[in-house]
Protein backbone atom coordinates (compact mmCIF):
# COMPACT_ATOMS: atom_id res chain seq x y z
CA UNK A 1 0.00 0.00 0.00
CA UNK A 2 1.35 3.21 -0.98
CA UNK A 3 -0.22 6.78 0.65
CA UNK A 4 0.45 9.91 -1.54
CA UNK A 5 -0.82 13.19 0.48
CA UNK A 6 -2.31 15.97 -2.24
CA UNK A 7 -3.11 18.97 0.08
CA UNK A 8 -6.09 17.45 2.01
CA UNK A 9 -6.63 14.42 -0.65
CA UNK A 10 -4.49 11.01 0.04
CA UNK A 11 -4.30 8.95 -2.63
CA UNK A 12 -4.53 5.45 -1.91
CA UNK A 13 -2.67 2.78 -4.31
CA UNK A 14 -3.55 -0.78 -2.92
CA UNK A 15 -2.57 -4.04 -4.67
CA UNK A 16 -2.98 -8.06 -4.02
CA UNK A 17 -5.65 -9.32 -1.42
CA UNK A 18 -7.50 -7.52 0.70
CA UNK A 19 -7.76 -10.04 3.48
CA UNK A 20 -7.38 -10.81 6.89
CA UNK A 21 -2.87 -10.63 6.28
CA UNK A 22 -3.77 -6.95 4.82
CA UNK A 23 -5.56 -5.76 7.76
CA UNK A 24 -2.72 -6.56 10.29
CA UNK A 25 -0.59 -4.80 7.87
CA UNK A 26 -2.43 -1.80 6.88
CA UNK A 27 -5.32 -1.24 9.36
CA UNK A 28 -4.04 1.46 11.27
CA UNK A 29 -2.63 3.30 8.46
CA UNK A 30 -6.16 3.11 7.10
CA UNK A 31 -7.82 4.88 9.69
CA UNK A 32 -5.80 7.49 9.85
CA UNK A 33 -6.93 8.23 6.59
CA UNK A 34 -10.33 9.33 7.23
CA UNK A 35 -9.12 11.15 10.75
CA UNK A 36 -9.34 15.02 9.23
CA UNK A 37 -12.52 16.82 9.11
CA UNK A 38 -12.06 17.98 5.01
CA UNK A 39 -10.27 14.80 4.15
CA UNK A 40 -10.60 13.33 0.71
CA UNK A 41 -9.65 9.71 -0.01
CA UNK A 42 -9.29 7.96 -3.64
CA UNK A 43 -8.85 4.53 -3.06
CA UNK A 44 -6.62 3.42 -6.25
CA UNK A 45 -7.98 -0.79 -6.58
CA UNK A 46 -6.51 -1.16 -9.79
CA UNK A 47 -4.10 -3.64 -8.67
CA UNK A 48 -6.78 -5.27 -6.55
CA UNK A 49 -7.44 -8.78 -6.90
CA UNK A 50 -9.71 -9.70 -3.96
CA UNK A 51 -11.58 -8.22 -1.05
CA UNK A 52 -13.39 -10.43 1.50
CA UNK A 53 -15.39 -9.20 4.24
CA UNK A 54 -12.51 -8.55 6.70
CA UNK A 55 -11.08 -5.82 3.60
CA UNK A 56 -14.48 -4.57 3.46
CA UNK A 57 -14.64 -3.81 7.58
CA UNK A 58 -11.65 -2.07 7.41
CA UNK A 59 -12.62 0.28 4.44
CA UNK A 60 -16.09 0.81 6.06
CA UNK A 61 -14.41 2.08 9.34
CA UNK A 62 -12.30 4.47 7.42
CA UNK A 63 -15.48 5.99 6.06
CA UNK A 64 -17.96 5.95 9.16
CA UNK A 65 -19.15 9.45 10.14
CA UNK A 66 -17.14 10.40 13.47
CA UNK A 67 -18.61 13.51 14.90
CA UNK A 68 -18.08 16.67 12.84
CA UNK A 69 -15.04 14.81 11.11
CA UNK A 70 -16.75 14.03 7.20
CA UNK A 71 -14.42 12.08 4.93
CA UNK A 72 -15.27 11.52 1.66
CA UNK A 73 -14.04 8.53 -0.05
CA UNK A 74 -13.74 7.38 -3.93
CA UNK A 75 -12.60 3.93 -5.54
CA UNK A 76 -11.20 3.74 -8.60
CA UNK A 77 -10.54 1.26 -10.91
CA UNK A 78 -12.40 -1.77 -8.99
CA UNK A 79 -13.26 -4.89 -11.18
CA UNK A 80 -16.48 -6.38 -11.37
CA UNK A 81 -15.70 -8.68 -8.12
CA UNK A 82 -14.22 -6.32 -6.19
CA UNK A 83 -16.91 -3.49 -7.02
CA UNK A 84 -19.85 -6.50 -6.57
CA UNK A 85 -17.96 -6.94 -3.26
CA UNK A 86 -18.37 -3.39 -2.29
CA UNK A 87 -22.04 -3.44 -3.67
CA UNK A 88 -23.33 -6.11 -1.59
CA UNK A 89 -21.58 -4.61 2.03
CA UNK A 90 -23.69 -1.40 1.05
CA UNK A 91 -20.41 0.44 0.65
CA UNK A 92 -20.96 1.65 -2.69
CA UNK A 93 -22.87 4.76 -1.29
CA UNK A 94 -19.69 5.58 1.07
CA UNK A 95 -17.12 4.48 -1.27
CA UNK A 96 -18.13 6.30 -4.54
CA UNK A 97 -16.82 4.36 -7.31
CA UNK A 98 -15.50 6.44 -10.30
CA UNK A 99 -13.91 5.31 -13.55
CA UNK A 100 -10.51 8.07 -12.64
CA UNK A 101 -9.10 10.46 -10.38
CA UNK A 102 -9.97 12.93 -13.03
CA UNK A 103 -13.67 12.07 -11.81
CA UNK A 104 -13.47 12.97 -7.95
CA UNK A 105 -12.41 17.07 -8.91
CA UNK A 106 -16.36 16.92 -10.51
CA UNK A 107 -17.77 15.22 -7.32
CA UNK A 108 -16.44 17.62 -4.38
Known amino acids: ?11 VHLEGELDVDWKRRHEAAIQE ?3 GSQNTVIFDFRDVTFID ?3 I ?9 RGSD ?7 GANSQVRRALEIA ?3 RLLQP ?11
Do not use: H
Open 1 to 11: MRIVWDGSVAK
Open 90 to 92: ALS
Open 57 to 65: GVLAMCVQP
Open 53 to 55: STG
Open 33 to 35: LCL
Open 98 to 108: VDSESEVAFNR
Open 70 to 76: TCTAYVV
